[in-house]
């Protein structure tokens, strides 16, 4: 290009060397990136659905199912990929179920977007058309849903809603334990009047060494330390608990500056003022009361010994998440400086034990009884890490499930039954609407078919016929809780089996897979920007 006066300048460097593709071409190359991502994790939905092992740079291997898990795992450089690893991350953060299911029937609605834009119609309508679908979709699964209703002595719906998210993971065997403990632990931290759940008062911690059976539920928090000192007690009863951020140590000069020592006499008095700060350190401890002392930082031999010398049992390395974890179920106040330290400002709690695990007698603390009972902790066991680390992700979800749960107490029946109902409905408004939307309205309920044929194919039945079974007995019995059955391979009533999901999880995945489809869509070009 040239300015007003002639002069040459660039807009694209290099721009004869690039291939640029925009237009219809850009945008098959953006539905096949997606397609991709989507037909990687198919295989992995449903109870059926196949595991995946990811080995990271570093050797570490991962196994689990979880598409949230899998695709954060995974190296993607292509920019629409991307778009489809933030939508499963999307749907993990707003509602913990579901990431599986989102992607791929995002999947699935780009590859009926194809076809229609082979045929001409433009990416915009068929937006736009996707769009009203999924308002009727939406309404349809409104329609659909039932009420449950709990209490804090009944409790088993919300189990069986927490086994509908569990059993399709490894923990498969555990369903009933660990979603009985995923629903105490929900109930533990929830505002049943407010209708708000605080998943941060739930800690999830793990130690290899037992059986998945041997997990349990913590009325209070578990530390992954152990006493600073390996004579200080193992058991404390009614403790009072001093939660510190500053070290046991003398205080450093903040500026520059150069010290001489010249004899032995001065070396002895400095080494008297140290242990000194050490004393008035530990003093000022005991003076308030506390009878053990959790410190952020560590301390070194001697305040160590003084401590123990003073009888002060002590913790020292505690992260400052698991403080304030310690603060909330204790009701201390965190403390920065030992002049600060006052009665009024430590925590109680009933019981503080140290538990040694295994033949390596890795040690544990366990606070329990605290004077606030909302902070809990699942203690999950396993036989090698990479268990431990999928039974945590399994919790999750069940936790995530339970939380929407109180927060919006609606259900509708998984099995792929709700997205049958849904295709049904929106196949009728199509017939009803007379512009060029009605073609991505049925390809819309065309792409919310592949859930169940997903679903079908994954348990090695066969997907259309399956399909076929599914929609006729919905129509035939006006029952929408027809599903596919994927352990006795044939359509029924989900309801029968407990196979039950939350009316938000199934809700947020339509219209989170609608959006980021209609974004993709209207992507017809892809232009790098240097040196930002």
Known sequence: MFDE???????????????RVKGIEAQKQHILAARSIANILKTSLGPKGMDKILVSQDGDVTITNDGATILGEMDVSNQVAKLMVQLSQSQDDEVGDGTTGVVVLAGALLEHAERLIERGIHPIRIADGYEMACNVAV???????????????????????????????????????LAEISVKAVLSVADLERKDVNLELIKVEGKTGGSMEDTCLVKGIVLNKDMSHPQMPKNLENAKICLLTCAFEPPKPKTKNTFHITSAEEYQKLSQIEQQYFVDMVQKVKDSGATV??????????ANHLLLANDLPAVRWIGGVELELLAIATGARIIPRFEDITPEKLGKAGRIRE??????KDRMLFIEDCANTN???????????????????????SLCVVRNLIRDNRIVFGGGAPEAACSIRIAEEADKISTLEQ????????????????????????????LAAV??????????RIGVDCFENRARDMKEIDVIETLTGKQHQLLLATQVVKMILKIDDVIKMGGQ
């Open 139 to 177: 309404e349809r699964l409104g329609q659909i849903s039932e009420e449950v209703r709990f209490a804090g002595d009944n409790m088993e719906q919300l189990i069986k809603i927490a086994s509908t998210a569990l059993g399709s993971k490894i923990v498969s065997r555990c369903t009933r334990q």
């Open 5 to 19: 006066y002639g002069r040459p300048f660039i807009i694209l460097r290099e721009n004869e060397e690039r291939e």
């Open 471 to 480: 929609k006729s007995k919905q129509v035939t019995d006006q029952n929408p």
């Open 439 to 466: 073609y991505a309205m049925r390809a819309f309920a065309d792409a919310l078919d592949t859930i169940p044929m997903t679903l079908a194919e994954n348990s090695g039945m066969q997907p259309i016929e399956m």
């Open 375 to 397: 902070a809990v902790t699942v203690f999950v066991r396993g036989g090698n890490k990479m268990v431990i680390e999928e039974i945590k992700r399994s919790i999750h979800d």
């Open 293 to 302: 002392a959790m410190c952020q930082w560590g301390f070194d031999d001697e």
């Open 355 to 360: 538990v040694a695990f295994g033949t390596a």
